[in-house]
Every structure is written in structure tokens, then in C-alpha cells.
Nanobody, 126 residues
């Protein structure tokens, strides 16, 4: 069974940084579209960032552009979102997701992805 194993959630002060990780148990992530979504209580799930074909295509939501960056370790089959300058608007459950492909026009749509992680919680204190 294909799995996405996430880790790294926690609490951080506003302005601080946090790094999550998502390890994919099956095909190399260089062959997959890997993405991060987040969902706060009472809000819709929001696409945060995605990387396709080994980082050759990377997209970020406007709400995190300039603050979040994606990196990956292909040997560990792991994707890392580096979250900097965290704001009070950033707390949520953060979900890793995988798909065989993600066109630029739809990378932030949850229906594109067929495998999901369990979602580490990120909280930001002011």
C-alpha cells in the first residue's frame, strides 16, 4: 500500500520557521507530483505548494510565496516544505499529497491527488 508519511508539525512563534517532511513509500518522487495542502478549522482545503518532476516545476500559493520553499531528497524519497516568517494566518493541518501529474492550472485542486498523508498540525503563537 502506497503511503505518505509526514512529520515535523508543532508550535512556533509568529515570525519563526518550521520544516515539515513527507516521505513517499512507493515510486520515486521524481516521477510524481508532490504537493502540500493545508486546512484550518471551518475553512476549505488550500493548496500551498507543489513540485513536479523532481523540482523542475514548482508552484506556490500567493499566500505563502516568498516565505515557503520546497526542497527534496531524492535518495530518501522525501519532500520538505520550509516554512519561514510564519504568520497567525498559517496555523492549520498540513497535508502532503501525491499524484502522477499536476498541470499548472490545477496543481492546487485537491481532486488532482489520489494519495494523502495524515496531516501534521502547525500552530503559530503571537
Amino acid at each position: 500500500q502506497v503511503q505518505l508519511v509526514e512529520s515535523g508539525g508543532g508550535s512556533v512563534q509568529a515570525g519563526g520557521s518550521l520544516r515539515l517532511s513527507c516521505q513517499y513509500s512507493s515510486n520515486p518522487i521524481t516521477r510524481k507530483c508532490m504537493a502540500w495542502f493545508r486546512q484550518a478549522p471551518g475553512k476549505e482545503r488550500e493548496g500551498v505548494a507543489a513540485s513536479f518532476t523532481g523540482g523542475m516545476s514548482t508552484w506556490y500559493a500567493d499566500s505563502v510565496k516568498g516565505r515557503f520553499t520546497l526542497s527534496q531528497d531524492n535518495d530518501k524519497n522525501t519532500l520538505y516544505p520550509h516554512m519561514n516568517s510564519l504568520k497567525p494566518a498559517d496555523p492549520a493541518m498540513y497535508y502532503c499529497a501525491a499524484s502522477d501529474s499536476c498541470p499548472q492550472s490545477t496543481w492546487a485542486r485537491s481532486y488532482v491527488y489520489n494519495t494523502w498523508g495524515q496531516g501534521p498540525l502547525v500552530t503559530v503563537s503571537s
